[in-house]
Protein backbone atom coordinates (compact mmCIF):
# COMPACT_ATOMS: atom_id res chain seq x y z
CA UNK A 1 0.00 0.00 0.00
CA UNK A 2 2.67 2.47 0.75
CA UNK A 3 4.31 2.26 -2.64
CA UNK A 4 1.15 2.59 -4.60
CA UNK A 5 0.26 5.95 -2.14
CA UNK A 6 3.59 7.15 -2.95
CA UNK A 7 3.16 6.63 -6.64
CA UNK A 8 -0.65 7.99 -6.11
CA UNK A 9 0.97 11.09 -4.35
CA UNK A 10 3.58 11.24 -7.27
CA UNK A 11 0.84 11.75 -9.72
CA UNK A 12 -1.21 14.21 -8.50
CA UNK A 13 1.56 16.29 -7.57
CA UNK A 14 3.71 16.14 -11.08
CA UNK A 15 0.24 15.32 -13.58
CA UNK A 16 -2.44 16.99 -12.09
CA UNK A 17 -0.54 20.13 -10.89
CA UNK A 18 -2.34 20.67 -7.63
CA UNK A 19 -1.10 23.27 -5.32
CA UNK A 20 0.80 21.91 -2.50
CA UNK A 21 -1.83 22.52 -0.02
CA UNK A 22 -3.98 20.58 -1.63
CA UNK A 23 -1.64 17.94 -1.96
CA UNK A 24 -0.35 18.27 1.84
CA UNK A 25 -4.10 17.84 2.23
CA UNK A 26 -4.89 14.57 0.14
CA UNK A 27 -1.34 12.99 1.59
CA UNK A 28 -2.95 14.05 5.34
CA UNK A 29 -6.01 11.94 4.23
CA UNK A 30 -4.21 8.65 2.43
CA UNK A 31 -1.73 8.29 5.35
CA UNK A 32 -4.93 8.66 7.76
CA UNK A 33 -6.84 6.15 5.90
CA UNK A 34 -3.75 4.17 5.27
CA UNK A 35 -3.33 3.79 9.72
CA UNK A 36 -7.23 2.43 9.85
CA UNK A 37 -6.44 0.09 7.14
CA UNK A 38 -3.55 -1.50 9.31
CA UNK A 39 -5.05 -1.28 12.74
CA UNK A 40 -8.31 -3.17 11.62
CA UNK A 41 -6.05 -5.85 9.42
CA UNK A 42 -7.86 -4.81 6.32
CA UNK A 43 -6.78 -5.09 2.84
CA UNK A 44 -6.79 -2.09 0.86
CA UNK A 45 -7.08 -3.39 -2.45
CA UNK A 46 -10.35 -5.74 -1.23
CA UNK A 47 -12.01 -3.37 1.14
CA UNK A 48 -15.70 -3.38 0.71
CA UNK A 49 -17.95 -0.69 0.82
CA UNK A 50 -19.74 -1.01 3.68
CA UNK A 51 -16.29 -1.27 5.53
CA UNK A 52 -15.28 1.91 3.74
CA UNK A 53 -18.49 3.54 5.12
CA UNK A 54 -17.47 2.15 8.29
CA UNK A 55 -14.20 4.36 8.34
CA UNK A 56 -16.16 7.52 7.27
CA UNK A 57 -18.30 6.84 10.37
CA UNK A 58 -15.00 6.13 12.40
CA UNK A 59 -13.98 9.85 11.23
CA UNK A 60 -17.31 11.02 12.26
CA UNK A 61 -16.57 9.32 15.75
CA UNK A 62 -13.22 10.61 16.50
CA UNK A 63 -14.98 14.35 15.77
CA UNK A 64 -13.85 14.97 12.63
CA UNK A 65 -15.97 17.78 11.26
CA UNK A 66 -18.36 17.44 7.95
CA UNK A 67 -16.28 19.69 5.80
CA UNK A 68 -13.13 17.51 6.88
CA UNK A 69 -14.98 14.12 6.35
CA UNK A 70 -16.50 15.19 2.84
CA UNK A 71 -12.45 16.10 2.14
CA UNK A 72 -11.49 12.91 2.79
CA UNK A 73 -13.67 11.11 0.52
CA UNK A 74 -12.54 13.22 -2.21
CA UNK A 75 -9.20 12.30 -1.33
CA UNK A 76 -10.01 8.58 -1.09
CA UNK A 77 -11.83 8.13 -4.02
CA UNK A 78 -9.14 9.80 -6.20
CA UNK A 79 -6.50 7.42 -4.67
CA UNK A 80 -9.19 4.67 -5.87
CA UNK A 81 -10.47 6.09 -9.50
CA UNK A 82 -6.22 5.61 -9.89
CA UNK A 83 -5.81 1.93 -8.51
CA UNK A 84 -8.85 1.50 -11.32
CA UNK A 85 -7.25 3.42 -13.80
CA UNK A 86 -3.79 1.09 -13.32
CA UNK A 87 -5.78 -2.22 -13.03
CA UNK A 88 -4.87 -2.78 -9.30
CA UNK A 89 -8.36 -3.47 -8.45
CA UNK A 90 -11.58 -3.59 -10.47
CA UNK A 91 -14.11 -1.71 -8.61
CA UNK A 92 -13.98 1.25 -6.90
CA UNK A 93 -15.24 0.89 -3.02
CA UNK A 94 -16.27 5.00 -2.89
CA UNK A 95 -18.32 4.57 -5.43
CA UNK A 96 -21.78 5.27 -4.62
CA UNK A 97 -20.67 6.41 -1.28
CA UNK A 98 -22.09 10.07 -0.87
CA UNK A 99 -20.26 12.47 0.55
CA UNK A 100 -21.55 14.65 3.67
CA UNK A 101 -23.51 17.83 2.62
CA UNK A 102 -21.18 20.88 3.79
CA UNK A 103 -23.21 24.07 4.79
CA UNK A 104 -21.71 27.28 3.21
CA UNK A 105 -20.48 29.50 5.64
CA UNK A 106 -21.25 33.18 5.51
CA UNK A 107 -18.10 34.91 5.49
CA UNK A 108 -16.50 37.24 7.54
CA UNK A 109 -17.14 40.61 6.11
CA UNK A 110 -15.26 43.60 7.42
CA UNK A 111 -17.62 47.06 7.45
CA UNK A 112 -16.01 49.98 5.40
CA UNK A 113 -15.20 51.67 8.55
CA UNK A 114 -13.67 48.94 9.53
CA UNK A 115 -11.21 48.24 6.81
CA UNK A 116 -9.83 51.96 6.69
CA UNK A 117 -9.22 51.27 10.51
CA UNK A 118 -7.06 48.37 9.53
CA UNK A 119 -5.57 50.31 6.75
CA UNK A 120 -4.71 52.96 8.69
CA UNK A 121 -2.76 50.98 11.28
CA UNK A 122 0.54 50.11 9.41
CA UNK A 123 2.79 54.16 9.17
CA UNK A 124 5.41 54.61 6.46
CA UNK A 125 8.03 55.73 9.55
CA UNK A 126 10.14 52.49 8.61
CA UNK A 127 10.89 50.04 6.31
CA UNK A 128 8.26 47.35 7.86
CA UNK A 129 5.50 49.67 7.77
CA UNK A 130 5.98 50.73 4.36
CA UNK A 131 5.80 47.28 3.69
CA UNK A 132 2.62 46.31 5.58
CA UNK A 133 0.56 49.19 4.72
CA UNK A 134 1.64 48.35 0.95
CA UNK A 135 0.67 44.71 1.58
CA UNK A 136 -2.63 45.41 3.34
CA UNK A 137 -3.79 47.94 0.88
CA UNK A 138 -3.00 45.97 -2.33
CA UNK A 139 -4.63 42.63 -0.24
CA UNK A 140 -7.86 44.76 -0.67
CA UNK A 141 -7.63 46.51 -3.55
CA UNK A 142 -7.07 43.29 -5.30
CA UNK A 143 -9.12 40.16 -3.89
CA UNK A 144 -6.28 38.26 -4.14
CA UNK A 145 -5.82 34.90 -1.84
CA UNK A 146 -2.83 34.62 0.23
CA UNK A 147 -0.88 32.11 -1.61
CA UNK A 148 -1.23 34.70 -5.14
CA UNK A 149 0.18 37.54 -3.09
CA UNK A 150 2.87 36.21 -1.54
CA UNK A 151 3.67 33.63 -5.15
CA UNK A 152 4.16 37.40 -6.91
CA UNK A 153 7.23 38.72 -8.27
CA UNK A 154 8.28 42.50 -8.96
CA UNK A 155 7.76 41.65 -12.72
CA UNK A 156 3.68 40.86 -12.16
CA UNK A 157 3.21 44.66 -11.03
CA UNK A 158 2.54 47.07 -13.65
CA UNK A 159 2.64 50.57 -11.68
CA UNK A 160 2.05 52.52 -14.33
CA UNK A 161 -0.78 50.64 -15.96
CA UNK A 162 -2.08 50.25 -12.74
CA UNK A 163 -2.57 46.40 -12.97
CA UNK A 164 -0.88 43.19 -11.43
CA UNK A 165 -1.22 40.13 -13.58
CA UNK A 166 -1.52 37.14 -11.28
CA UNK A 167 -0.77 33.55 -12.57
CA UNK A 168 -2.13 29.63 -11.65
CA UNK A 169 -0.36 27.30 -13.11
CA UNK A 170 -2.10 27.45 -17.04
CA UNK A 171 -4.36 30.82 -16.19
CA UNK A 172 -3.39 34.29 -15.62
CA UNK A 173 -5.74 37.47 -15.13
CA UNK A 174 -5.64 40.91 -14.78
CA UNK A 175 -6.78 43.06 -11.60
CA UNK A 176 -6.59 46.84 -11.76
CA UNK A 177 -5.19 48.71 -8.94
CA UNK A 178 -6.71 51.57 -6.80
CA UNK A 179 -5.17 54.67 -6.62
CA UNK A 180 -4.66 54.55 -2.92
CA UNK A 181 -2.83 50.92 -3.31
CA UNK A 182 -0.90 52.18 -6.33
CA UNK A 183 0.73 55.10 -4.04
CA UNK A 184 1.54 52.76 -1.24
CA UNK A 185 2.88 49.99 -3.81
CA UNK A 186 5.22 52.33 -5.70
CA UNK A 187 6.44 53.73 -1.69
CA UNK A 188 6.96 50.40 -0.98
CA UNK A 189 8.93 49.17 -4.11
CA UNK A 190 10.96 52.66 -4.39
CA UNK A 191 12.09 53.00 -0.70
CA UNK A 192 11.73 49.99 1.17
CA UNK A 193 12.16 46.56 -0.94
CA UNK A 194 15.92 47.67 -2.28
CA UNK A 195 16.95 47.96 1.32
CA UNK A 196 15.12 44.84 2.78
CA UNK A 197 16.15 42.43 0.05
CA UNK A 198 19.71 41.20 0.22
CA UNK A 199 20.44 39.93 -3.26
CA UNK A 200 19.27 41.71 -5.96
CA UNK A 201 18.72 38.48 -7.67
CA UNK A 202 15.42 38.00 -5.45
CA UNK A 203 11.77 37.97 -7.42
CA UNK A 204 9.66 37.98 -4.82
CA UNK A 205 7.34 41.49 -4.41
CA UNK A 206 7.10 40.91 -1.06
CA UNK A 207 9.71 40.14 1.49
CA UNK A 208 10.19 39.68 4.99
CA UNK A 209 13.02 41.67 7.10
CA UNK A 210 15.59 38.87 5.90
CA UNK A 211 15.17 39.81 2.54
CA UNK A 212 13.22 36.57 1.62
CA UNK A 213 10.41 36.04 0.09
CA UNK A 214 7.33 36.39 2.77
CA UNK A 215 5.64 33.11 3.74
CA UNK A 216 1.53 32.54 4.47
CA UNK A 217 2.58 32.35 8.06
CA UNK A 218 3.92 35.53 8.06
CA UNK A 219 1.29 37.30 6.26
CA UNK A 220 -1.32 35.90 8.74
CA UNK A 221 0.97 36.99 11.50
CA UNK A 222 0.89 41.08 10.15
CA UNK A 223 -2.87 40.86 9.52
CA UNK A 224 -3.08 39.54 13.08
CA UNK A 225 -0.57 42.29 14.82
CA UNK A 226 -2.42 45.15 13.04
CA UNK A 227 -6.23 43.98 13.67
CA UNK A 228 -4.75 44.11 17.45
CA UNK A 229 -3.61 47.57 16.48
CA UNK A 230 -7.07 48.44 15.23
CA UNK A 231 -8.44 46.79 18.27
CA UNK A 232 -11.33 45.29 16.11
CA UNK A 233 -13.10 42.49 17.53
CA UNK A 234 -14.17 40.19 14.56
CA UNK A 235 -11.58 36.90 14.00
CA UNK A 236 -9.74 38.44 10.77
CA UNK A 237 -7.66 36.60 8.26
CA UNK A 238 -5.55 37.51 4.81
CA UNK A 239 -9.21 35.83 3.61
CA UNK A 240 -11.32 37.97 5.21
CA UNK A 241 -9.86 41.24 2.95
CA UNK A 242 -10.86 39.20 0.11
CA UNK A 243 -14.57 38.46 1.44
CA UNK A 244 -14.46 42.36 1.82
CA UNK A 245 -13.17 43.46 -1.31
CA UNK A 246 -15.73 41.06 -3.12
CA UNK A 247 -18.89 42.06 -0.71
CA UNK A 248 -18.01 46.41 -1.43
CA UNK A 249 -17.72 45.73 -4.69
CA UNK A 250 -20.75 44.00 -4.85
CA UNK A 251 -22.77 46.03 -2.62
CA UNK A 252 -21.51 49.35 -4.43
CA UNK A 253 -22.86 48.39 -7.93
CA UNK A 254 -20.13 46.14 -9.23
CA UNK A 255 -21.47 43.00 -11.48
CA UNK A 256 -21.09 39.33 -10.25
CA UNK A 257 -19.29 38.18 -13.63
CA UNK A 258 -16.71 41.13 -13.40
CA UNK A 259 -16.68 40.25 -9.54
CA UNK A 260 -15.53 36.66 -10.56
CA UNK A 261 -13.44 37.22 -13.25
CA UNK A 262 -10.98 39.39 -10.54
CA UNK A 263 -11.73 36.82 -7.92
CA UNK A 264 -9.93 33.84 -10.36
CA UNK A 265 -12.86 31.78 -9.80
CA UNK A 266 -14.10 28.91 -12.25
CA UNK A 267 -17.28 28.44 -10.98
CA UNK A 268 -20.13 31.50 -10.68
CA UNK A 269 -21.68 29.65 -7.81
CA UNK A 270 -17.88 30.29 -5.70
CA UNK A 271 -19.19 34.01 -6.11
CA UNK A 272 -22.74 34.31 -5.73
CA UNK A 273 -22.21 33.12 -1.86
CA UNK A 274 -21.67 37.12 -1.93
CA UNK A 275 -25.27 37.67 -3.10
CA UNK A 276 -26.66 37.74 0.46
CA UNK A 277 -25.12 40.92 2.06
CA UNK A 278 -25.82 42.88 -1.91
CA UNK A 279 -29.24 41.64 -0.65
CA UNK A 280 -29.53 43.52 2.75
CA UNK A 281 -27.41 46.57 0.94
CA UNK A 282 -30.74 46.83 -1.79
CA UNK A 283 -33.02 46.54 1.40
CA UNK A 284 -31.45 49.46 2.96
CA UNK A 285 -31.75 51.50 -0.97
CA UNK A 286 -35.13 50.52 -1.16
CA UNK A 287 -36.48 51.59 2.26
CA UNK A 288 -34.45 54.61 2.00
CA UNK A 289 -35.76 55.93 -1.26
CA UNK A 290 -39.17 53.91 -1.97
CA UNK A 291 -41.89 56.98 -1.18
CA UNK A 292 -43.82 53.82 0.34
CA UNK A 293 -41.40 52.14 1.94
Known amino acids: MEKQINNFLDFIRDDK ?7 QSYKRDINLFKDYINEHNLNYLKISEEEMKQYFLYLQEIGRKTSTISRNVASI ?6 LVRNKKIKKDPTGKIQSPKVEKR ?5 SSKEIELLLDQ ?5 LKGTRDKAMLEFAYA ?5 SEIIGLNIDDINIKEGIVTCKNKTKQRNIPLGSLSLKALADYIEHSRPILIKDENVKALFVNTNGKRLTRQGFWKIVKFYKEQAHISKD ?3 HVLRHSFATHLLQNGADLKSIQTMLGHSDISSTQ ?11 NIYKNAHPRA
Request: glycine share 2%; with cysteine.
Open 17 to 23: KLSDNTW
Open 77 to 82: RSFYQY
Open 106 to 110: VPCVL
Open 122 to 126: PKNID
Open 142 to 146: TGMRV
Open 236 to 238: ITP
Open 273 to 283: VYMQFQDESIK
